[in-house]
């Protein structure tokens, strides 16, 4: 693939859910370089994506806290370690750059994403999670010639859309936020299109859409799209729609933008040839190592006996890795053990420095 960027780094995090940001946070205090890479926009995983507004009741010291919250505090903790996050982009490929040159190479891994990006590292941690969440795509024979010219499946800029017929589909809070949002921002032409007029929204959600479909800001269309017709020059001009009634109706449209939800996949890592165990990958208990040398994994992706699939299990494996990597980058140094309660290093790495010097420099800025 065109690659527009090459960064080189010692260590490529994928997956800047609760344990990815994590797991930034402690090889960041091994004083490593480290990037973090995730599909999504947004940080935070299942947190953010499932459950951002669901109370979690099990973390160590917090006796509540939402799913948003805890990757705010994540972000937060992680912010004076200054590790570059780049979300939006799926990390599709990996290269194995010893193995071609049939020696001990550095860097020894090579990363692509699909949206241009290259990483040269060391090491590499897997917290992938579940899978990157792709959006589930209208099953609609030929449709895809279209994406990203005229069927969006994530945000486009407003300047795409003012003044186009725009089809939003979908019963989920993304469709129905999206739709009053163009309908919000004067866009004339907001079409609704579900196959049945009940939407998986909460109460206060669901009643400011029926207002504006009441209103006629937007407007409903129930039925489901069996096929894309196309004008003489190519471009998608409408939907062929089957009603629940069996009637077929054409849907004119400039654009189109699904919104039926996100589907998890372990995708391209699980063509990467490392061990894989039930789509988990296999890894050991004392570096959270799989089964190839400088590929980690940590969090809901990897598997061991006792594995639990919970947050606390992650941040722990992640501590663990963090040492595990930084002893392999540095083979011929000895990774101490340090509190951050009283290590100089730690707290200047955190902007906390709590000595004489360090409370010197915090109080006069230099
Ligand atoms: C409804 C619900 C409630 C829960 N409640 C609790 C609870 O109370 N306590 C608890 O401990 N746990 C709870 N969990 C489980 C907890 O959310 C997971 O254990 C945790 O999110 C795992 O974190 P993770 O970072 O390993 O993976 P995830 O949160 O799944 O994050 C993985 C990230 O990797 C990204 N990714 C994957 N593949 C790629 C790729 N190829 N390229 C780029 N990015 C990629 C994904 O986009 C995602 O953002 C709950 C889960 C759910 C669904």
């Not at 939907?239 to 995708?267: K, Q």
């Not at 902007?351 to 006069?364: F, H, L, W």
Request: hydrophobic letters at 45%.
């Amino acid at each position: 693939m065109n690659t527009d960027r090459l960064i080189r780094t010692d260590v490529v995090v994928i997956g800047a859910g609760p344990v990815g940001l994590y797991q930034a946070f402690q090889l960041g205090l091994q004083e490593l370089a480290v990037h973090v890479v995730d599909g999504l926009a947004h940080a935070g995983g299942q947190c953010a994506e499932l459950y951002p507004h669901k109370p979690i009741y099990d973390l160590p010291g917090i006796p509540v806290c939402s799913g948003e919250e805890l990757t705010h505090r994540l972000l937060r903790q992680l912010e004076p370690l200054r590790v570059p996050l780049h979300l939006g982009q799926i990390v599709t490929t990996l290269r194995r750059l010893a193995a071609e040159d049939g020696m001990s190479a550095s860097p020894r891994f090579r990363l692509e994403t699909d949206g241009g990006l290259a990483f040269a590292c060391d090491a590499i941690v897997i917290a992938a999670g579940v899978g990157a969440f792709l959006p589930r795509k209208v099953p609609v024979p030929g449709l895809e010639a279209w994406e990203g010219r005229q069927v969006h499946y994530h945000d486009v800029p407003p300047e795409t859309w003012v003044g186009q017929r725009i089809v939003v589909m979908g019963g989920t809070e993304a469709a129905a936020r999206l739709a009053l949002r163009l309908a919000d921002h004067g866009s004339s032409d907001v079409t609704l299109l579900h196959r049945s007029d009940r939407f998986a929204l909460d109460e206060a959600l669901d009643a400011e859409l029926q207002s504006a479909i009441g209103a006629g800001w937007i407007r409903l269309c129930l039925g489901q799209p069996v096929q894309a017709l196309a004008s003489d020059d190519g471009r998608l001009e409408a939907l062929e729609i089957a009603t629940a009634d069996d009637r077929r109706l054409s849907l004119p449209l400039d654009l189109l933008m699904p919104r039926l939800g996100l589907n998890p996949r372990l995708g391209p890592i699980a063509a990467w040839g490392l061990a894989l165990e039930r789509k988990h990958l296999v890894v050991d208990t004392e570096g959270f190592r799989t089964s190839e040398p400088g590929i980690h994994a940590v969090g809901d992706v990897n598997t061991y006996p006792g594995k639990r699939k919970l947050i606390v299990c992650g941040f722990h494996e992640a501590t663990l890795a963090a040492f595990a990597i930084a002893q392999w980058l540095r083979p011929h140094e000895r990774v101490v053990l340090e509190y951050t309660t009283t290590s100089t290093r730690l707290q200047r790495l955190l902007g906390v420095d709590q000595s004489e010097a360090g409370n010197k420099r915090i109080g006069t800025g230099a």
